[in-house]
């Protein structure tokens, strides 16, 4: 019986007469650990995509970044990584509180390279290991299901210029995100930022759009 493969997935196959090697393929990559390699690719991965669904069933992809490190293999089924400070729609968070699927591409576009999980996540605000990610508002745990390697094929291959300033570092203050600035949400700001917002002065929505359109890093 097959873990990834549902009838849907066996049309195609047939149709296309790919059963065969899709079956090959997943004896073949799919594993229910994580092994060394696996995890070694996970660990010095600076993001990932995770998709999640939401209360509708409608599925959502969502970027995650951070340092190298950020995502850490704990055991041979689970891994965990920190939730910072987002645009306070708490899409993906929310999503995992309801239904705790959840996929997560890691990829290397210097290599290339990516890996495919697949799992259940939960979310917490006391996890044991919230100390160790600076400025975490929550650490995600997501229990391995599957995890397989896709080949490179079609990856374009880019080059990290630098890492974003955003990050959070014990070496420095993390700056205040430039949206935050806008002066169309100063009413709606939590607590927590409204006093840095002030201090470093309001700015236009088209203001801060040419910066995103532009490239600015402090965007």
Not at 130 to 136: L, N, T
Not at 177 to 199: N, S
Not at 209 to 219: F, L, N, Q
Request: net charge negative.
């Amino acid at each position: 019986m097959s873990r990834l493969y549902g009838d849907p997935h066996r049309t195609l196959q047939d149709a296309f007469g790919t059963r065969d090697i899709a079956d090959r393929i997943e004896q073949i990559a799919c594993k229910a650990e994580f092994d060394d390699d696996a995890t070694a690719f996970i660990e010095m991965a600076d993001m990932f995509f995770l998709a999640t669904v939401d209360h509708r069933g409608r599925p959502t992809v969502s970027y995650k970044g951070g340092d190298p490190g950020f995502v850490r293999v704990v055991d041979s089924t689970t891994l965990v990584f920190p939730s910072y400070d987002g645009n306070g729609m708490f899409l993906s968070m929310g999503n995992v509180a309801r239904n705790a699927q959840v996929g997560l591409l890691f990829i290397s576009f210097e290599r290339p390279h990516r890996i495919r999980v697949q799992g259940s996540a939960s979310v917490s605000r006391d996890d044991p290991m919230m100390g160790q990610f600076r400025e975490a508002d929550m650490v995600v745990r997501v229990t391995l299901s599957e995890l397989w390697q896709n080949c490179p094929r079609y990856i374009h291959r880019y080059r990290k210029v630098e890492p974003s300033r955003y990050v959070p570092r014990e070496a420095c203050d993390t700056p205040l995100a430039e949206w935050k600035r806008i002066d169309l949400v100063q009413d709606a700001l939590p607590a927590r930022d409204a006093g840095r917002a002030q201090a470093a002065g309001t700015i236009g929505i088209e203001e801060w759009i040419e910066k995103v359109k532009s490239g600015d890093p402090t965007a």
